[in-house]
């Protein structure tokens, strides 16, 4: 199997790749910058490594002051977390109902697909958790590694 990795120095992407043990790209410049406009208001979707992609659920999994959250393309619970094909990470600091911002190098988004070991790191999108703090919007784009927009409920484990 082939190992493909494109990474910048972020957070998420670090862990996420020392778990699969992918190599480092420093191509630091996005090609496309994220407009910082809302994020569409509609179901999750998109490609992710040219895979077609349905966001379900958004597990977010709440530390002191921070929050890793999986997007996966199936039902999931924090009792129960299938182990899916696709799936979004995101390490967001300071979760809060309300809370919105546009990815950078400090705040990024991976892209993962487990039949082909990849990761791909997103520095360009946004991420929007609703004001009840139930529904997680994201629009993160990859460049050719893919692209996602809508957003998903959210469930919260402590």
């Not at 199936?74 to 129960?80: I, L, N």
């Not at 004001?131 to 993160?140: H, Y």
Request: net charge negative; glycine share 8%; charged share 20%.
């Amino acid at each position: 199997m082939k190992l493909r990795c494109l990474i910048a120095m972020a957070p998420v992407a670090i862990v996420a790749m020392a778990l699969v043990g992918c190599s480092v790209s420093t191509d630091l410049e996005p090609e496309t910058k994220d407009s910082g406009g809302p994020v569409k208001a509609a179901p999750l979707s998109g490609t992710i490594a040219g895979k077609a992609f349905q966001g379900k659920v958004a597990v977010v999994t709440q530390n002191t002051d921070s929050a890793d959250v999986v997007i996966s393309d199936r039902d999931a619970t924090c009792s129960s977390q299938p182990d899916a094909e696709l799936r979004v990470l995101l390490h967001v600091n300071n979760w809060a109902p309300g809370l919105s911002y546009n990815l950078d190098f400090g705040r990024s988004a991976t892209f993962y697909v487990k039949s082909d070991n990849f990761n791909a790191l997103a520095v360009s999108g946004r991420v929007e958790v609703s004001g009840s703090g139930q529904t997680l919007g994201v629009r993160i784009n990859a460049e050719q590694n893919g692209s996602v927009e809508g957003t998903v409920p959210v469930v919260i484990c402590k």
